[in-house]
């Protein structure tokens, strides 16, 4: 371990983990049973297909969209996705006047019941302090344009109020259905970072 | 006091469950197991009301709050974007993150170490002591080979033992190696407790080994074969 306390190498974190779990399972403070648990619902039932499906309603049902936007917590919940530690949900609409963009600059705070675990890159500092100075610039670091006279907004997620975009639904899908729908819907796309693309 | 975690109802489109889901950029939501471990054991506790989202918060914040403040990362931006998205058209700055965040879950654990010492729940001390004894069996070698034959050891314990008592004195062979396990005894019965009794040497990670014996030597009697997995401890070379 180095002397600013973060373990080094991945050999040596390991390392590192086992023996505190270990003496949390000697302990009584965790079981093995809970931890498998959890790692299997982050891993296989928490993840950005059940944002997918709360974007792809909003967009064929109008009265659904009203209520995801007015009370995000709330219209999520209805789809069966509820908050895992309490949070509230906020959603923010995309439309060719506003893009919006999430961050979490402090840590790594990010909506787990519709998009899981946050990616590698969600979780940096330099994402982390860019995306709020200047989130023009890594909207183009995405590949993602935006116009001149489009507004961007920056939304800092914290424990309590995570964000979650509702993206703008593209050209070309009038005849598709909710369900072919969500299958277009990306995760960064909903983190803000790009947009939803047209079906091929 | 626990909370419960509501687990969504809704099942997981057959399309998209399974392993093969790209989840970030097509990586696994966890790179290393020890990844999902150390998230899990930090979820369990704040579920269980050992402390809040926001104590546990306060502490990642602070390992993860600054770039390079906490030393450079294991690989250069570019190799490590180079191994994982090679041939893609990435951006530097994306590199950057993606260097930058793969150091996430080591900030995690540091951040776990000092709040749960914090929280008295595992005192640094009694860790870096476990971590000791975890490096020292990972690098002794298993001290028996596959068709060598042992002996299970004469051990007198009061109260339960995992060993089955009438294999003692009995010999058979190693069938195979199963690696490194938790000695259930020091396990159960704490340490400081082990260490008043004949346990005071006994390393609590050991090699476990299959071992085979006739059921006529166990027994006097039958003509097949008994597999038992036993700890190092239990053993001496025949």
Known sequence: MSSDGIPGPDSEVALRVKAMESLLLEKGLVESSAIDALIDMFENRLGPWNGAQVVARAWTDPEYKAWLLQDGTGAIADMGFDAVQGEDMVVVENTPQVHNIVVCTLCSCFPWATLGLPPVWYKSAPFRSRAASDPRGVLAEFGTEIGADTEVRVWDSNAELRYMVLPERPTGTDGLDAEALAKLVTRDSMIGVTKVAPPD | MRKMLTVPDLAVPEQQAGAALPRDR??????????????????????????????????????????????????????????SHAGANYSRFLAECESDGARYYHYWQAAAEQLLDAMHLVPKA??????????????????????????????????????????RGITGEVESDKGLYMFPEMVSHGHDHAHNHDHADTDILQHVYCVQFAASDIWGEGSHNVHFNLWDYQLQPA
Not at chain 2, 26 to 33: A, I, Q
Not at chain 2, 46 to 73: K, R
């Open chain 2, 126 to 167: 009694e860790l870096d002591a476990r971590v000791a004894a975890f490096a020292k069996a990972e690098r002794g070698g298993p001290r028996f080979q596959a068709g060598q034959r042992v002996t299970v050891r004469e051990i007198k314990r009061e109260g339960h033992t995992h060993l089955p008592l009438y294999l």
């Open chain 2, 26 to 83: 097509g990586d696994p939501v966890f790179d290393e197991p020890w990844q999902g471990h150390t998230f899990a054991m930090v979820m369990s506790l704040y579920q269980d009301g050992h402390y809040s989202w926001a104590e546990w918060d306060d502490y990642l914040g602070y390992h993860i709050q600054a770039p390079g403040h906490f030393g450079g990362d294991d690989k250069p931006a570019d190799e490590a974007a180079d191994e």
